[in-house]
Nanobody
């Protein structure tokens, strides 16, 4: 069983930055594709970014150029560096692991964290 624990959320002003972390348990972390999703109140869960086991990345158009996903294999951790934050980035951010097929689709992931709240004030 794999457990994912997110941290790093909080309240930030528009234009500010935050770095989210997702710590994963389990020896096979390095072989997993990982993703970040977000869900705002009353909206569906939305793809944000993904990183393949080999390090290739993919981003939603809405965050491209502002967010960076990375992973540290030694620490079994995935990061989401968020810069130039906007009020519309406000959401609960979820880490997901072991995606298969299209990494932009939530149902392709087997494991999910509990989520961390990101609030961007204007």
């Amino acid at each position: 069983q794999v457990q994912l624990v997110e941290s790093g959320g909080g309240l930030v002003q528009a234009g500010g930055s935050l770095r989210l972390s997702c710590a994963a348990s389990g020896r096979t972390f390095s072989s997993y594709s990982m993703g970040w999703f977000r869900q705002a109140p009353g909206k569906e869960r939305q793809f944000v970014a993904a990183i393949w086991s080999g390090g290739s990345t993919n981003y939603a158009d809405s965050v491209k150029g502002r967010f960076t996903i990375s992973r540290d294999y030694a620490k079994n951790t995935v990061y989401l560096q968020m810069t130039s934050l906007k009020p519309e980035d406000t959401a609960v951010y979820y880490c997901a692991g072991r995606g298969g097929g299209s990494l932009t689709i939530a149902t392709t992931y087997m494991y999910w964290g509990q989520g961390t709240q990101v609030t961007v004030s204007s």
